[in-house]
């Protein structure tokens, strides 16, 4: 076995980031993904920065061991082979909006009647259904309902849209977590399950004190953004120095202490006004204005770092991109990885921060340019002879182009 998903098929008819996140880690373990796509660009990520040699970073870190068909789906013999693919298949990913499957021919009820084994996992941006089902939704669409752009930013400024897709990835593990739920349900009962999960619905999971802080205050807490700060926990958040900043995670009483003991206040600990979290709560402020101040008066970065890490509290650099990238224990644990390509050449991408006992090797996968399993999949996943593979090719239902 290659993988703890050798011998799974899966059918991933997902764009961009959620559903090939989902789809990427089932690659990595072992499992067997064709990504079918459709006429008549395809997937978008093929696109979107940064782009090499004609070749898409994005698309090579989302989509590496996945098979590529490219069909029109629109026509009848497209949804045929489509239709089939979902017979020989163990799992079904999509991402499309609402609808979209059903109108293809492969919805829930014709899927599972072709198919009584198989996993759909459907993701969308706001649900299956609900008052805004139909609306479009990228990532940061669903931060903005979720309230989690709310509490982006500096409270006197408009709320600052996250450097990255969060959502998407969370949505995409989300998915995994469901996929691997039904499948183990299939191994016990025979039966297929129908699997959906939305960004909207992950980001609110995120809200780790938020919601349960306004509700259970009866309204009087509301939460807010508060730029580098926790908006609730004194102790907790990005503090300047001479030379950059430091992330700090004072988030317990013991660490307090620690924290007392590294700025050569001890007696700060035993303190009513700091003493519990709830104090420092209270005196949320006070607490921040002493932890600054004591930053502010070090040498600079590292020799904060050290005073706070001979007393073990938690704290880091706040590390550029590149830093993080190069660090060696990112490197070291695979956290980042080399990764070869065809057509970009090396590139460097984050590695997927799951590991099994039985599979300690990470595989060597590849990107495949647009189409470039058209026969593979047609005569040796579905069976069908060369000259019906020829009449697709022939009539415009399949096309490829190497490269991309």
Known sequence: MKGIFDGLRVLDLSNVLSGPSLTRLMAEMGADVIKAELFPAGDMSRGLPWVRNGRSGYHVQQN????????????????????????????????????????????????????????????SAFGQDGPLRDQPGYDGIAQAYSGVLHMNGEADRPPSLMGLSPGDVLTGVHGLAGVAAALYHRERTGQGQKVEVSLLGCYMTCHEVNVQAWSASGGAAQPMRSGALHPFVGGYGVYPTKDGPVMLAAANDRQWAQLCRAMGRPELAADPRYATNPARTANRDEVNELITAWFANQGGRDAALAALEAERVPAAPVLSVAEAAEHPHLRGQGTVRTVPDDVMGPVDIPGVPLGFSGFPDALELHAAGLGDHNREVICDVLGWDEARYHALVEAGVLNQLPGT
């Not at 239709?83 to 109108?103: M, T, Y």
């Open 64 to 123: 590496r061991g996945k098979r590529s068909l490219f069909l029109d789906a629109k026509s009848a013999e497209g949804r045929e082979v489509l239709r089939a693919l979902v017979a020989a298949v163990d799992v079904l990913v999509e991402n499309f909006s609402p609808g979209v499957v059903d109108r293809l021919g492969i919805g829930w009820e014709e899927a599972s009647s072709l198919n009584e084994r198989l996993v759909m996992c459907s993701i």
